[in-house]
């Protein structure tokens, strides 16, 4: 089975804070995801990722960036966390989805930000 | 702006009874796909349906695809308390990219 993991399950952050959030995938996957979900607006993603160092923007990507070193991993960053992003955090990969092929999601990072 | 847009928003029903949620989209797709999200995780994939279907089963799962109405239904036949959790449908946009609704919440009562 994929397992896709994410460091951490909860962050509280103090607002200006750089924050990391880190995800490791272990299926050799080209694509990862980050999306964050808030009640009401479902899940909407921040940047996704189709190779090492090659990135795309989402729907939301201001006030964040990512970093994709290695095949495996995928970091968001928060250069300086405020208080609106506040949520539930949710790293994905997957094969190319145009293949057809589905999303394997990690359990999620919830952060606050004070 | 989300492709899928999954109807109704919440569904409360008892043990033994069908639950059906519904999802429009907009564009042109090759694929939709079906998501489960228990409360405070992640989502896990239930099941794919390429556009040249019209319905797929997986278990109590059952899905039907439309494509001349942009729409797609997802019934649970005989649902279990352990089916509470949230639905979400996703479609592709371009190649890469997975777009999903905003869910529908399920709760299933003993």
């Known amino acids: 089975d994929v397992k896709v993991t994410q460091s951490s399950r909860y962050l509280v952050k103090r607002t200006g804070e750089k924050v990391f959030l880190e995800c490791v995938q272990d299926?050799?996957?080209?694509?990862m995801f980050w999306y964050r979900q808030d009640p009401g607006l479902g899940l909407r993603l921040i940047y996704f990722?189709?190779?090492?160092?090659?990135?795309e923007k989402g729907d939301i990507p201001e006030g964040y960036s990512v970093s994709r070193e290695k095949k495996e991993r995928f970091s968001l960053i928060l250069e300086s966390a405020s208080t609106n992003q506040t949520s539930m955090y949710l790293c994905?990969?997957?094969?190319?989805?145009?293949?057809?092929?589905?999303?394997?999601f990690g359990n999620g990072t919830r952060l606050t930000v004070t | 702006s989300q492709q899928g847009e999954e109807d109704p928003q919440a569904l409360s029903i008892q043990e033994g009874e069908n639950a059906t949620m519904n999802c429009s989209y907009k564009?042109?797709?090759?694929?939709l796909q079906w998501y489960r999200q228990n409360s405070g995780r992640g989502l896990v994939h239930l099941i794919l349906?390429?556009?040249?279907?019209r319905e797929k089963h997986s278990g109590r799962l059952r899905v039907t695809l439309d494509t001349s109405k942009k729409s797609s239904s997802l019934l649970i036949t005989a649902s279990r308390a352990a089916d509470t959790a949230s639905y979400f449908c996703?479609?592709?946009?371009?190649?890469?990219?997975?777009?999903f609704g905003a869910g529908t919440r399920l709760a299933v009562h003993p």
């Open positions: 990722s189709y190779d090492v160092k090659m990135k």
């Open positions: 349906i390429r556009s040249n279907e």
């Open positions: 299926m050799d996957h080209e694509n």
């Open positions: 996703a479609t592709p946009r371009g190649y890469n990219k997975l777009i």
């Open positions: 994905a990969s997957s094969t190319p989805t145009g293949l057809n092929s589905p999303l394997h």
């Open positions: 564009t042109s797709i090759n694929n």
